[in-house]
């Protein structure tokens, strides 16, 4: 053994390497999918099992993969075994986070021979690797079959290679080592374009040499930064941003490179001073903050003082030129041969880089245009400072392969430059690292090589072939670019903003990104505040100490936290377009976009742990050798703190008993006519369709139509070619299909063209389904809506011959809702199955088909049956309020209060209020008026505004001739609905009555 092992072979790291991974892969298996899941998951098993094509840009290395999955024989069920992809790949990345942040941590431990040290750098090292592994998001998507495992993965593998480049740099092996990750990161791109995300951070090491000074290091680390900066300005309104956000992001760096100083320089103070007072507006809002939290009346946040501002505005002007003057100073004193303080000349960059970015807000210098010119000028400064310090080759080279990220066409005219400029700068100019070059574009081209599988594939026409790329080149060339959801590329459209930068960056539902950041490792609001900065200390350390491998961690934060947030530009609804008057906003969270900035995070916290403890134990060194030595050893209580993610977590990222996505599609699928030609809607009703028929053989005679890929020419062809379906159209006249417009004005898209088509050239050889998931705008025909010619039928909707309204075929449904073997309703009872908001939206469609039916049977008298069918779905579907409240109406037609008062105590959903007024009113028709009105004055005093109570109970005082109590009620109820006119009305006038009626009395006397 000892002559396998390499005797610098660090044993203990490699055993606790190993118990990451392995700890972390036994909690992924624990809480792994049994099935197939919603959303692109059912997607991903489908063509992973038939290596089919799936939605732009296609994932072929997943795809391979994934197929490789499936044949081994790791579970019965195919989807467990694609499933297991996601365990293994992000297990191994906490086994990568957790060996990134040992080399990492080696870097800023002196003494490494110490016990403690040791300790510590492979705790902290396993913290971070937890915290990365248990966070919700990640955790979540490594227990099912999505991209986002293996893609984190092969980031994590680049991290860690990069820091064993920055350890060997100069040597042979370093050229080797970015070789690989060049190969790794644009491999990558066959499973998310996120990893290509890592390489023009690491790709720093390489263009920059060895003894480039640290200041350059920092003049890259700002040129990101302004990067990030001018898209946020360039694409604000006018007048969206205020001026002092721009001197408060700087601040903030600002400040973090002040107490970096032991001893801080007086003009330092000065300037950090200058700061607090240019940005005295925002403490407007921190006062209302806190007098909103102690209670007072604030009035509108948006108003701050005019003189505040005013205010704000000449300090900063005031510090623009003391700033002006002590760069006069520096170069002055440089001028005379003088040693002039570099901590000067940085505080005044730090002031007139700010005056930069306010100017950039006032000056109307907007869009991607402005973009360009302004990135392109501090590319060209920031080239000038670093000339002598580039590996121009290997620029040359790195920033040919990066054009992949403008397209397809640009990646080709972008690696053919960079090879002639490669030949000429080492054939002509003699200059080194030109074969390392020569040896970048190849390896570029052999990893991106992997995406030719899609055209390959696609022309020999698998059932799931989305886009058709092998159509033409330029298919293809737009399936890579993701053209079909949009032909405007994602980087000019950074630039019109789809929502407000509040709800991007903050807390709003489906896309802000505090919002998950937030809710990450178990520990929300103020207790992960507090990790936050534990991270964000342990980020600032290792740039203190290490600014190389730590800006290059920060950098990679920014790019996926920030940058993303940019990038993506998620849609909040609140922007319509200025023609059309349409907006948008995100079908479901968002989180998974952000995964790497969660992950990285997470080895930020462990970094911040680690120091925060060694912080701690220096402090209390001068303490004797007994408190010294308990204090240290309770520290290390601190590297515990993930065990709260996993248990905060568990229940939300446990999928192992979730059979509801498979349910769900075996229902729809069940519930179908023979042959039928079955329409769906969207992606839940859609992905697991497909991978019951095409993985478990399921149904297979069902032709599913998905209306939503039917607003598609490439999806129309494929139904009359892969369905077999009767069309009226060749391959010309499918592409001229256009959306046209009504006589009524609305829309009539090539999905209700399709739809039209099917009808009218199929009718009379197939059978024709609407799911229930379908609306009533996608069931029309010639533009006419045809709900009056449909039946339900268990889970579908199939046309009539004839009638006045749309109706139930109660007979068939009872036949399938009640049998086991056609209908299944797993975990959807089960309280230790979480349940996700598709899982919950989408199975309501399913209780609907219930509810329906038991309403049917109720009205034609069957109070038995429907008692029966809407008992299944309450007691099954315990979420979904339709089958209750149809179980309280049977009861209440059937005068069963007994039943009805039960069914208010068991029942997890519904409108309790309501039933218990049904209650209430049933007791009052059963002659039961004493108990009604208790029931009744019960439920207004818990909901004072509650009009169902309120007018019930009004019914039982007139019927009594009860005036004094009705007198009462109305009163009561006016003081707490006090625009109620119509009440109060009724009330005037029962008083003129009972007046009139009082009168009469004493005049008969």
Same mark, same amino acid.
């Given at each position: 053994m000892r002559k396998i092992i390499p005797q610098n072979f660090d044993l203990t790291n490699f055993w606790v390497g190993f118990g990451v991974w392995l700890s972390t892969l036994v909690v992924y298996l624990l809480t792994l999918a049994p099935t197939v899941s919603?959303?692109?998951?059912? #997607?991903?098993?489908t063509v992973s099992y038939i290596l089919g094509i799936p939605h732009p840009p296609g994932t072929p290395l997943y795809v391979?993969?994934?197929?490789?999955?499936?044949?081994?024989?790791?579970?019965?069920?195919?989807?467990?075994?694609?499933?297991? +992809?996601?365990?293994? !790949?992000?297990?191994?990345?906490?086994?990568?986070?957790? +060996? =990134?942040?040992?080399?990492? &941590?080696?870097?800023?431990?002196? $003494?490494?021979d110490s016990l403690y040290n040791r300790i510590l750098i492979y705790g902290g090292s396993a913290c971070g690797a937890f915290f990365l592994a248990f966070g919700v998001t990640q955790w979540s998507n490594s227990v099912e079959a999505e991209v986002y495992g293996l893609a984190l993965l092969m980031m994590l593998v680049i991290v860690w290679l990069t820091l064993i480049y920055y350890r060997n740099w100069g040597t042979a092996l370093a050229d080797r080592v970015m070789l690989l990750i060049v190969y790794l990161a644009f491999l990558g791109i066959g499973?998310?374009?996120?990893?290509?995300?890592?390489?023009?951070?690491?790709?720093?090491?390489?263009? +920059?040499?060895? $003894?480039?000074?640290?200041?350059?290091?920092?003049?890259?680390?700002?040129?990101?930064?302004? #990067?990030?900066?001018?898209i946020f300005a360039l694409s604000s309104r006018p007048g969206e941003v205020p001026f002092y956000v721009p001197i408060i992001i700087t601040f903030i760096v600002y400040a973090f490179y002040v107490f970096s100083f032991e001893n801080i320089p007086g003009y330092l103070l000065l300037v950090g001073l200058g700061f607090l007072l240019a940005i005295a507006p925002v403490y407007t809002y921190i006062i209302r903050a806190v007098m909103s939290g102690l209670g007072a009346q604030t009035?509108?946040?948006?108003?701050?003082?005019?003189? &505040?501002?005013?205010?704000?505005t000449v300090t900063f002007v005031i510090m623009i030129l003391y700033a002006l003057y002590n760069l006069y100073r520096y170069l002055n004193l440089r001028k005379h041969g003088g040693l002039p303080d570099n901590h000067l000349l940085i505080s005044s960059l730090f002031v007139l880089i700010t005056g930069f970015m306010v100017g950039i807000l006032v000056v109307d210098f907007r869009g991607y245009t402005s973009f360009m010119i302004l990135s392109a000028f501090l590319l060209f400064v920031l080239g000038i400072f =670093?000339?002598?310090?580039?590996?121009?080759?290997?620029?040359?080279?790195?920033?040919?392969?990066?054009?992949?990220?403008?397209?397809?066409?640009?990646?080709?005219?972008?690696?053919?430059?960079?090879?002639v400029v490669i030949l000429v700068l080492g054939l002509m100019f003699k200059m080194p690292g030109w074969r390392a070059a020569l040896m970048i574009l190849l390896v570029t081209v052999t990893g991106f090589s992997v995406h030719l599988f899609i055209p390959i594939r696609s022309a020999q026409d698998p059932f799931i072939n989305e886009n058709n790329p092998s159509e033409s080149i330029q298919t293809t060339i737009n399936f890579l670019e993701r053209r079909q959801y949009g032909s405007q590329s994602m980087i000019p459209r950074m630039f019109t903003r789809r929502a407000e930068w509040a709800n991007q960056f903050g807390d709003f539902r489906r896309m802000g990104f505090w919002n998950f950041f937030n809710e990450q490792y178990g520990l929300p609001d103020g207790k992960f505040f507090v990790l936050f900065v534990i991270g964000l200390y342990g980020l600032w350390e290792i740039i203190r100490r290490r600014p190389r491998p730590g800006l290059f961690l920060l950098i990679l934060i920014l790019i996926s936290s920030v940058g993303l947030v940019l990038y993506m530009n998620f849609a909040d609804g609140t922007r319509q377009h200025p023609i059309t008057g349409a907006d948008y906003i995100e079908v479901r969270d968002r989180d998974y976009f952000f995964t790497p900035a969660f992950v990285l995070y997470g080895l930020a916290i462990g970094l911040g742990m680690t120091m925060l403890i060694n912080s701690i134990r220096e402090m209390v060194s001068g303490f004797s050798t007994g408190p010294r030595k308990l204090i240290s050893v309770s520290l290390l209580v601190l590297l515990l703190t993930p065990c709260f993610p996993l248990a905060k977590n568990y229940y939300r990222c446990d999928r192992s008993n979730n059979y509801i996505p498979f349910d769900y599609a075996w229902n729809l699928l069940n519930s179908a006519d023979q042959n039928a030609v079955l329409f769906t809607n969207a992606d839940n009703d859609t992905f697991p369709v497909w991978c019951l028929q095409l993985v478990y053989g399921v149904r297979t005679d069902v032709k599913m139509v998905n209306l939503s890929l039917a607003n598609t020419d490439w999806y129309i062809k494929q139904v009359r070619d892969y369905l077999r379906l009767n069309l009226p159209w060749n391959d010309e006249q499918i592409k001229a299909l256009r959306p046209y417009r009504l006589q009524d004005g609305r829309t009539f898209r090539l999905n209700n063209q399709l739809v039209d088509a099917v009808i009218d050239n199929n009718t009379d050889r197939l059978p024709i389904n609407f799911s229930i998931?379908?609306?009533?705008?996608?069931?029309?025909?010639?533009?006419?809506?045809? $709900? !009056?010619?449909?039946?339900?039928?268990?889970?579908?909707?199939?046309?009539?011959?004839?009638?006045?309204?749309?109706?139930?075929n109660v007979e068939e449904s009872m036949a399938i809702l009640t049998d086991t073997a056609k209908v299944r309703l797993r975990s959807l009872d089960d309280p230790s199955v979480y349940k996700d908001e598709a899982a919950l939206r989408t199975t309501l469609n399913i209780a609907s088909s219930y509810s329906?039916?038991?309403?049917?049977?109720?009205?034609?008298g069957r109070y038995e049956e429907a008692e029966k069918v809407a008992l299944i779905a309450a007691h099954k579907i315990p979420h979904a309020t339709d089958p209750v409240h149809s179980l309280a109406s049977i009861y209440a037609a059937r005068e069963d209060t007994a039943k009805l008062a039960g069914l208010i105590g068991w029942a997890q959903a519904g409108d309790?209020?309501?039933?218990?007024?049904?209650?209430?009113?049933?007791?009052?028709?059963?002659?039961?008026?004493? #108990?009604?009105?208790?029931?009744?004055?019960?439920?207004?005093?818990?909901?004072?505004?509650?009009?169902?109570?309120?007018?019930?109970?009004?019914?039982?005082?007139?019927?009594?001739?009860? @005036?004094?109590?009705?007198?009462? +009620?109305?009163?009561?109820?006016?003081?707490?609905?006090? $625009?109620?006119?119509?009440?109060?009305?009724?009330?005037?006038? &029962?008083?003129?009555? @009972?007046?009139?009626?009082?009168?009469?009395?004493?005049?008969?006397?």
């Open positions: 919603f959303w692109d998951c059912g #997607e991903f098993i391979l993969i994934g197929r490789l999955f499936a044949l081994v024989p790791t579970f019965v069920d195919f989807s467990a075994r694609i499933n297991l +992809l996601s365990a293994v !790949s992000s297990s191994l990345t906490a086994l990568f986070g957790y +060996l =990134a942040t040992v080399r990492i &941590l080696g870097l800023w431990f002196t $003494d490494t499973v998310h374009m996120t990893v290509l995300a890592i390489l023009p951070v690491a790709a720093l090491f390489f263009i +920059l040499k060895k $003894d480039t000074p640290l200041k350059f290091w920092f003049l890259v680390a700002v040129f990101f930064f302004m #990067e990030f900066y001018l009035g509108a946040v948006a108003d701050v003082p005019a003189w &505040l501002s005013t205010f704000g =670093a000339f002598r310090y580039i590996r121009w080759p290997i620029l040359a080279a790195i920033v040919g392969a990066f054009m992949v990220v403008i397209g397809i066409i640009p990646f080709i005219y972008g690696l053919a430059a960079a090879l998931t379908t609306s009533s705008t996608s069931r029309q025909y010639h533009g006419f809506q045809i $709900d !009056s010619l449909l039946e339900l039928s268990g889970f579908k909707w199939y046309i009539k011959e004839h009638g006045p309204r749309m109706t139930v329906i039916v038991a309403d049917t049977l109720k009205r034609a309790k209020k309501y039933m218990r007024c049904l209650l209430g009113s049933t007791k009052f028709k059963m002659g039961r008026e004493g #108990e009604a009105e208790i029931i009744l004055k019960g439920v207004l005093q818990e909901y004072p505004s509650y009009r169902q109570a309120f007018e019930e109970l009004v019914r039982i005082y007139i019927k009594n001739e009860q @005036a004094a109590s009705l007198d009462d +009620l109305l009163q009561t109820w006016l003081r707490h609905n006090p $625009d109620d006119s119509r009440t109060r009305q009724f009330l005037s006038q &029962l008083r003129e009555k @009972a007046k009139e009626l009082s009168d009469n009395k004493n005049k008969n006397k």
